[in-house]
């Protein structure tokens, strides 16, 4: 029986077992090596014919294996990250889509010329407020149009149309350069009816589906509420009118207190909308004179309904239904207006004859005072007419000179004047010197006419009361006298004796020192709990009914003004510096007012121009 091999008397507390993975080798005979020769070996021996015994048989290990390093990862544990990556990706893409809004996800193809496929966007990936979008084809294509939601409210507040017309730039750059044009070409900078070829108008996009809009009459039932308030607009919505192919709509609300500005802009865009052959509505919802009814007559009405209000656009200018306003103002009557409109072959006056055309046709059609005040005017003007005339045919009548004089807030444009006003000697000295000028040589013979002289007289306008009090128009004869602005001291004559007990009647309110945009935003507020006024001249809170009645009395006294002084005079002085000084220009006629210079403008050497943008 072969020996064994005992273990348990062994002085060894631990030993070195190989594992039983160990690479063992064989011994050098069985590699047919050769081994290191002795001294008695040297010559021969059989080591080559035997070979090492078998190694022995491994027993388990008593300590962890070493982990053999991988030069790579698992092709599962690739998939696995790869897997959840794919789930992270996904769940912040729903989460964004479904907070946000705003990630377009394209539905299905439409057909464009017959030639491009756009995506479609749903209505549920639209921004829900006004802005200017871009749409990319799947060739990689792109074109842009103005996303408005049909139930939006209508007009869009000023702050919304100035953003919408520089986003439009914007957007249109950015499709520009997607098409490989960095900048548009200088014809396209100056061309005011350029259009851009890359730019849909949101009629045609709702038809290819790039937009959803809103079909059919519904509109007329979910947006009415949200449809503002045009002026002498009957519709209820059952009147069967096609809608106008293309139409300007003015929008009066103006951040602005004075309503000369709003006047003329609203003139030039009725004789744009003309020259354009577009139909004219004029929107009067959030006017700060109130309704348009209140100083104007309605104006007259296209034979066809205006188009659905998110159509509405306030650029580009080549939109079908286009929006005007005072916070667009620089874009439709901006560089490129004046460019296209100006007549650069004329250095005088005469360069600006286009756009006074322009203002003329919107005066002789919209510029028709109310019921009460139309008859007014017309005996008044009947009146001074009187005055003036001769009954002696062997003379002329005599000649009378209107004066516009301008305080309040607005100042001269001349230097020397611009902190301060244009004296009210200066109005009077010139007064004089045209009635001078013209009689002094008017008889047949080229004689004096004294008869004439002593007929002449001038006739005033001012938004400053204090001023028909003074020295240099003591003489001289209001405008008219169907609305006053009164000062302070004249409302304390009306009012009781301080010493009798009497019901309270809250500070007296007058106009000394002339029109403030302050005092015009504060009409009808007490002055109990007011007194940081100034403060609060943009209020959200809407104005109340009889702040809505002295402001619209405001708009009815400055358009009488206009009216008889534009009508009655033979002549008019006047400051360029003041809108009101334009519009009478205007109403004179350019025939009158340029040709024949009778419109006289006394700050500085300035020439008529219709907007100061």
Not at 271 to 292: N, P, T
Not at 550 to 562: S, T
Request: charged share 25%; proline share 7%; glycine share 6%.
């Amino acid at each position: 029986m072969p020996p064994t091999l005992d273990l348990s008397q062994s002085t060894h507390a631990k030993m070195i077992v190989s594992p039983p993975r160990l690479n063992l080798r064989r011994a050098a005979s069985y590699q047919h090596e050769k081994a290191p020769l002795s001294a008695t070996s040297s010559r021969f021996n059989f080591n080559h014919l035997m070979f090492s015994p078998p190694p022995s048989p491994g027993l388990p290990a008593l300590v962890p294996r070493p982990r053999k390093t991988s030069s790579g990862p698992r092709p599962s544990r690739v998939l696995r990250v790869a897997g959840w990556l794919f789930g992270l990706a996904l769940t912040i893409f729903i989460v964004r889509a479904v907070l946000k809004k705003d990630v377009q996800v394209p539905v299905v193809g439409w057909a464009l010329d017959g030639r491009e496929e756009y995506e479609m966007v749903g209505q549920y990936d639209l921004p829900d407020f006004p802005t200017p979008i871009a749409v990319t084809d799947r060739k990689g294509r792109s074109k842009w149009t103005v996303s408005i939601p049909p139930t939006y409210d209508f007009p869009l507040t000023t702050k919304e149309y100035s953003d919408i017309c520089a986003k439009c730039r914007e957007v249109a750059a950015h499709v520009r350069e997607l098409h490989g044009h960095a900048k548009p070409s200088q014809q396209a900078q100056t061309n005011y009816y350029h259009e851009d070829p890359y730019f849909v108008d949101v009629g045609d996009a709702e038809k290819r589906g790039l937009l959803p809009g809103v079909e059919g009459k519904a509109w007329k039932v979910t947006a009415r509420a949200q449809s503002g308030h045009l002026v002498g607009d009957m519709t209820d919505g059952l009147v069967d009118k096609s809608v106008c192919k293309t139409s300007l709509t003015f929008v009066l609300e103006s951040t602005d207190a004075g309503l000369g500005p709003t006047i003329m802009m609203l003139w030039m865009a009725y004789g744009l909308a003309q020259k354009e052959k577009r139909s004219f509505f004029i929107d009067d919802s959030r006017w700060a004179y109130g309704e348009y009814t209140t100083i104007f007559k309605a104006p007259p009405m296209p034979n066809c309904n205006a188009p659905p209000r998110h159509e509405m656009l306030p650029c580009p200018h080549n939109a079908r239904h286009l929006v005007v306003s005072a916070a667009t103002a620089s874009e439709t009557f901006g560089k490129s207006f004046n460019a296209e409109y100006e007549n650069s072959h004329r250095s005088n006056v005469d360069r600006d004859r286009p756009m006074y055309e322009l203002a003329r046709a919107g005066y002789e059609a919209l510029f028709r005072l109310n019921d009460e005040d139309q008859p007014y005017v017309e005996r008044r003007v009947k009146q001074l007419r009187t005055l003036a005339k001769v009954s002696d045919g062997s003379h002329n009548d005599g000649m009378i000179v209107g004066v516009h004089i301008r305080h309040g807030d607005l100042h001269p444009l001349e230097y020397q004047y611009n902190g301060a006003y244009i004296p009210l000697n200066l109005y009077a000295q010139r007064s004089k010197e045209i009635i001078e000028e013209y009689h002094n040589s008017s008889m047949t013979l080229g004689g004096e006419d004294v008869v004439a002289k002593k007929h002449s007289f001038s006739i005033i306008a001012s938004d400053d009361p204090d001023v028909y009090e003074t020295e240099e128009f003591s003489s001289s004869l209001r405008a008219q006298e169907q609305i006053k602005l009164a000062s302070k001291q004249h409302i304390q004559q009306l009012n009781p004796d301080k010493s009798v007990m009497h019901k309270f009647v809250d500070e007296t309110f007058g106009w000394e020192g002339g029109f403030f945009a302050t005092m015009f935003w504060n009409l009808g507020r007490s002055t109990l709990n007011n007194a940081n006024g100034a403060d609060e001249v943009q209020t959200p809170l809407r104005p109340s009914a009889e702040t809505m009645r002295l402001r619209g009395l405001i708009g009815r006294a400055y358009a009488l003004d206009l009216a008889v002084l534009g009508q009655a005079s033979d002549a008019v002085i006047c400051t360029m510096s003041a809108m009101g000084c334009r519009l009478l220009a205007v109403i004179m006629g350019w025939e009158k007012a340029m040709d024949d210079g009778k419109w006289v403008n006394i700050d500085g050497d300035f020439q008529w121009t219709a907007l100061t943008l």
